[in-house]
């Protein structure tokens, strides 16, 4: 028997979709949303909002469809995860214990230090020596300061004795002679804060101690009282004075010589 071709095609395309168009439930072809596919936008719209399950107007939560399953299942939205991948979590404090680790132990050595019997810092300022007149000298002083441990005095006593107390000072040779001051007298010099002291001059100095200071006034105070009578305090050295049982420190460690072999440490090479 011959058949019609139109069998074959399937028969959504021969339903009418017009708005006067009703047909039963059984010639109704539905999509999967189990919609009408002739309705309106609002009856497709109506239907998904029935059914938010299978609706394809739902809101999307961001997370990929494998997930999808466990945000039906725990029955709301699943916050995605917004942690850089490929990165362990490391506990709280974390960085607070690096920093704590790496950060530089120096210390200054003292006499609880293993091996080290005493330390003194070579401070060094700036001050003003004044005149019998009462007018500053042309030249400024060089302030320096006196060690409290006699073993680490880099200064030379030339004459006099060592200061005793915070009110007495040295100077050297030639600007004792300068002014007319001797070791017992009194020499007027000014604060740091500006205003004019008197201390009492215990004894001079020998120019040999400091070579690179000779020719400019040099006034030794006792160390603590570097600040009271000279600004721009500097510390640019540390002196160290071992206990005779201290063990030898380790020779420096030498980097070892390029070798031949290597094309890029050949001289005239450039790295």
């Known amino acids: 028997m011959p058949t019609d071709r139109r069998d074959a095609v399937p028969r959504l395309v021969h339903i009418p979709l017009t708005a006067r168009h009703r047909c039963s439930g059984a010639c109704e072809p539905r999509n999967d949303d189990d919609v009408p596919i002739h309705r309106g936008r ?11 399950e299978r609706g394809r107007d739902r809101p999307r939560s961001g997370l990929p469809d494998r997930l999808r399953q466990r945000e039906r299942r725990a029955g709301g939205l699943l916050q995605p995860d917004r942690r850089r991948r490929g990165r362990p ?7 607070a214990r690096r920093r704590r680790r790496t950060r530089p ?10 091996g080290v019997a005493g330390a003194a810092l070579r401070q060094t300022g700036r001050g003003e020596l004044l005149a019998a007149d009462g007018q500053p000298l042309d030249d400024a002083a060089t302030v320096t300061a006196i060690a409290a441990d006699p073993a680490l005095r880099w200064q030379l006593l030339k004459d006099g004795r060592w200061p005793a107390g915070p009110d007495e000072v040295l100077l050297d040779a030639d600007t004792a002679a300068r002014i007319d001051a001797a070791p017992g007298s009194d020499v007027r010099l000014t604060r740091a804060d500006g205003t004019a002291a008197t201390a009492r001059l215990a004894g001079t100095l020998d120019g040999r101690g400091a070579p690179s200071l000779a020719g400019h006034p040099v006034l030794a105070v006792p160390d603590g009282t570097v600040g009271r009578y000279a600004t721009a305090v500097t510390a640019a050295r540390l002196d160290v004075r ?23 440490s050949a001289p005239g090479r450039s790295p």
């Open 42 to 52: 609002a009856a497709r719209a109506a239907a998904a909002t029935a059914r938010p």
């Open 89 to 95: 979590r490391r506990p709280p404090g974390h960085q």
């Open 105 to 114: 132990r120096h210390r200054r050595p003292g006499p609880a230090d293993p």
């Open 242 to 264: 071992l206990r005779p049982d201290a063990p030898a420190p380790p020779p420096p460690r030498r980097s070892a010589p390029p070798s031949a072999a290597d094309p890029r």
